[in-house]
C-alpha cells in the first residue's frame, strides 16, 4: 500500500454516489483535476488514508506554528523581564554599569 498523502478532498457525485473521486485544489487556471478512485473498497479506503495522513500532517505543522510563535513571544517577555531585573538591581545597588 502506498503510504504517501494528499492534499484532496474525499467527493462522491450523486447519480452514482458508489463511485469514489479525489478532488485536487483547484490550479493558475481555475481548473480543478480528480483523481477517479472507483468501487473498489480496497483503494477507496487507501485514498481516505492518504487524505487523512495529509491532515492529520497539516495538523502537525499548524501546531508546531504556534509552539513556536508562543517561544518567541516568551523569550521577548523573560528578556524584558530579565532587562527590568538588572535596571533595578543597578538601582538599588547604585552600580551604574549594565
Do not use: F, W
Not at 48 to 58: G, H, L, N, P
Not at 72 to 89: F, G, K
Request: charge should be positive; hydrophobic fraction near 30%.
Amino acid at each position: 500500500m502506498d503510504q504517501g498523502c494528499l492534499l484532496a478532498r474525499i467527493h462522491y457525485k450523486t447519480d452514482r454516489p458508489n463511485i469514489m473521486y479525489m478532488l485536487l485544489p483547484t490550479d493558475e487556471a481555475g481548473k480543478r483535476k480528480y483523481i477517479h478512485v472507483g468501487v473498489d473498497s480496497d483503494k477507496q479506503q487507501q485514498a481516505i488514508a492518504k487524505v487523512s495522513r495529509y491532515e492529520e500532517r497539516e495538523t502537525v505543522r499548524r501546531q508546531i506554528r504556534l509552539l513556536h510563535e508562543l517561544y518567541d513571544q516568551c523569550h521577548l517577555q523573560l528578556s524584558a523581564m530579565l532587562n527590568q531585573l538588572r535596571c533595578d538591581i543597578n538601582q538599588v545597588t547604585g552600580n551604574t554599569d549594565s
